[in-house]
């Protein structure tokens, strides 16, 4: 039997972003049809990255065919014992990927639950998430899937909102993944503790922007049981 998992968050008014919704034509209103307006940018909710996003002469949307990776087979790395506030490292993924190693698979996804224990909606989950660290991102890079995706903020300056001046705001996972690996990243996913098993096939269909540093995606997880 085949079962579908949505793995993407719903677009809808949060803090982090500001998206309103509102009504630019409405039966209310006495017109024939309804339209809602919203403001939507491309690398908001669960969405993707193109090298661009990070590299000024970065590869966009164009030069990654949806034929090559829209839909793969799947590795999910279980690393949902990580405490919060704590770094995702190379030790960590190769011994997740310990099980798995006779097998390379196109798309790996980094499973930590997140979203299950904390509220994706709240400021808790951005301040106190795990992320990846910079050997954790070359760990990603050498194991070069065609696709990466995160339940969690995948470089620890995600979650910092009111940088102090001077900081270090350096996103070393983008760095090595994105620019280095030419490696596609779907950020902000949701519901991998529903995949219920450590592979499947991933369908990833972003909207179909030209030219493009990232954009907002469907994904889902077909598993087969």
């Known amino acids: 039997m085949r079962r579908i998992v949505d ?21 209310e209103n006495g017109d024939p ?13 669960t969405h993707i990255d193109f090298p661009r996003h990070f590299d000024p ?6 030069d990654y065919p949806i034929s090559d ?36 698979y196109d798309s790996i996804l980094i499973r930590t639950d997140r979203a299950n224990k904390v509220s994706w909606k709240t400021k808790e989950f951005w301040d106190n998430s795990q992320w990846v660290t ?5 760990w990603i890079r050498d194991y070069a899937p065609k696709i ?16 102090k001046p001077g900081q270090d705001m ?4 983008h760095e090595h993944v994105l620019v280095e690996g030419k490696i596609l990243q779907i950020e902000y996913m949701t519901n991998l503790w529903e995949i219920k ?12 922007t030209q030219h493009s540093d990232g954009g907002t995606i469907r994904v889902i997880a077909v598993v087969e049981e």
């Open 134 to 138: 910079e050997d954790g991102g070359i």
């Open 170 to 173: 350096r996103q070393p996972v």
């Open 69 to 104: 990776w829209g839909i793969t087979d799947c590795l999910v790395l279980d690393l949902t014992d990580v405490p919060e506030n704590t770094g995702i490292t190379a030790e960590m993924l190769e011994k997740a990927n310990e099980p798995f190693k006779d097998k390379h």
């Open 197 to 208: 098993s450590p592979t499947c096939q991933l369908v990833a269909l972003p909207i179909n």
């Open 148 to 163: 990466v995706g995160y339940d969690f903020p995948q470089d620890y300056v995600i979650r910092i909102r009111d940088p």
């Open 7 to 27: 793995l993407t968050l719903p677009i809808e008014e949060h803090w982090r972003y500001g998206i309103h919704f509102s009504l630019v034509k409405s039966h």
């Open 57 to 62: 002469t970065g590869l966009t949307s164009d």
């Open 33 to 45: 049809f309804q339209i809602t307006g919203y403001p939507l940018q491309s690398h908001w909710f």
